[in-house]
């Protein structure tokens, strides 16, 4: 069994289970002890799992990594990639905005511009921007993910569906010589949208996400028109990105 779907197999018994040992894990993939032991490692470093004494324990955001995890890691590498990012945005713009820890830390800077209409399906981060003067916000209907402040599900999707932005603003949760991707599912269903849908693509990152692979992928680099983050990628990625025509940005 491939890599990535014997994670994805993995992830599907800890949704039902919440916790499982790598023994009984083994047992269920006809996979060995090790082999479990390095996909558990795996996913503990794209933030979709926690490890524990002889096995692992989901996140409560089911999957993707809880907010207030994902809020604590890497805070400045995210807001020097937010503000690379930030120079391309202009005042009166329509702009969507996920519902990442890396573009919350681009929500203080859109205090700068005005008459800015920002669509999101993100909690924290909309009501981060409701504080600022000069933006009209509008969340995106659906189900509130339990330890997230995602807003998620097929009622999102729907009314996404009609939102056509001038800019999308997304993270995600790897990069690699193959693109982008995602650690869950519903985030990868609502962000392929609107990179479908947005005049301008942009994804921030910060650099611990390069070399990673994560469960769902998102796009290849021809899927976003900028990749901004707080250091230039491997040499690898670099050159992905500059065949499918994404332009890098970092300081």
Do not use: W
Not at 133 to 156: E, Y
Not at 159 to 172: E, K
Not at 179 to 190: A, D, K, T, V
């Amino acid at each position: 069994m491939l890599n990535i779907l014997r994670q994805e197999e993995i992830m599907a018994v800890l949704r039902d289970r919440k916790s499982a040992t790598v023994q009984e894990l083994a047992e269920l993939l006809f996979a060995s002890g090790s082999t479990i032991r390095r996909d558990l490692a795996e996913l503990e470093r794209v933030g979709m799992i926690r490890r524990s004494h002889g096995g692992a324990v989901l996140f409560e955001g089911g999957g993707e990594a809880a907010a207030v995890v994902r809020e604590q890691q890497h805070p400045k590498e995210k807001k020097r990639a937010a503000e690379t990012a930030f120079p391309l945005l202009r005042r009166g713009a329509a702009v969507f905005l996920d519902s990442s820890s890396t573009v919350g830390m681009l929500v203080p800077l859109l205090g700068r511009l005005s008459d800015l209409v920002v669509v999101t399906n993100g909690l924290n981060n909309a009501m981060m921007l409701a504080e600022k003067p000069g933006i009209q916000v509008a969340v995106a209907c659906g189900s509130l993910r339990k330890g997230s402040n995602s807003v998620v599900g097929s009622d999102t999707a729907a009314y996404l569906a009609g939102i056509h932005p001038d800019f999308s603003v997304m993270s995600c949760s790897a990069v690699n010589e193959e693109g982008f991707f995602e650690s869950s599912f519903e985030q990868r269903q609502l962000k392929r949208q609107m990179l479908q849908n947005a005049r301008v693509r942009i994804i921030i990152c910060d650099s611990s996400k390069f070399g990673l692979k994560s469960l769902a992928a998102l796009g290849d680099f021809s899927a976003a028109d900028y990749l901004a983050s707080d250091q230039p990628p491997p040499e690898e990625i670099a050159k992905a990105a500059e065949k499918a025509g994404c332009k890098l940005l970092f300081p």
